[in-house]
């Protein structure tokens, strides 16, 4: 069993340092970005999305626990003020030591009752396509292929 609990400002702080590094990787090695522009664009990417860190208005970020033991994190966001019915998964990730135990599952469908909670009636994401066990897991969740990016109705 999985509990999503907010971040608290420590966990905000290791969960971006590497955030950061991991998604400069991936725009790299998707071919959206070149090596030497990544981290800079990434970091601002971050700083855009989430200018009060952890506190950022119209975003949930969550520690992912095994009873207590922290094994992932999941960001949601409200698309925006104005259409707060969709949300939008910026980040989720199951530390490399606990995949494939079925916690990214169980995460994800406590994620959907949170986002029904907060009136979210759809949830996005985007998944590079060189992620193909992310793939698959949205895809047995139930999200539909929209170009690269997912979505799902709650």
């Known amino acids: 069993m999985v509990i999503l609990k907010s971040m608290n400002q420590q966990e905000f702080q290791q969960y971006i340092s590497s955030a950061?590094?991991?998604y400069a990787k991936d725009k790299v090695a998707?071919?959206?970005?070149?090596?030497d522009e990544a981290i800079d664009l990434s970091k601002q990417?971050?700083?855009?999305?989430?200018p009060k860190d952890e506190e950022s208005e119209f975003n949930y970020l969550f520690s992912i626990f095994?009873?207590?033991q922290i094994v992932g994190m999941i960001w949601i966001a409200q698309k925006?003020?104005?259409n707060k019915d969709e949300g939008?998964?910026?980040?989720?990730n199951i530390f490399e030591q606990y995949q494939g135990l079925g916690y990214g599952k169980e995460a994800m469908r406590e994620l959907e009752c949170i986002a029904k909670d907060l009136g979210m009636k759809k949830i996005g994401l985007h998944?590079?396509?060189?992620?193909?066990?992310?793939?698959?897991?949205?895809?047995k969740l139930g999200y539909e292929i929209t170009n690269i990016t997912m979505e799902k109705l709650i």
């Open 20 to 22: 950061i590094d991991d």
């Open 30 to 35: 998707s071919g959206n970005w070149k090596e």
């Open 45 to 50: 990417s971050f700083d855009d999305l989430l």
């Open 66 to 68: 095994n009873a207590e």
């Open 80 to 82: 925006s003020p104005t």
């Open 88 to 92: 939008f998964i910026y980040d989720f």
């Open 127 to 139: 998944v590079f396509g060189h992620n193909k066990t992310a793939r698959g897991l949205y895809e």
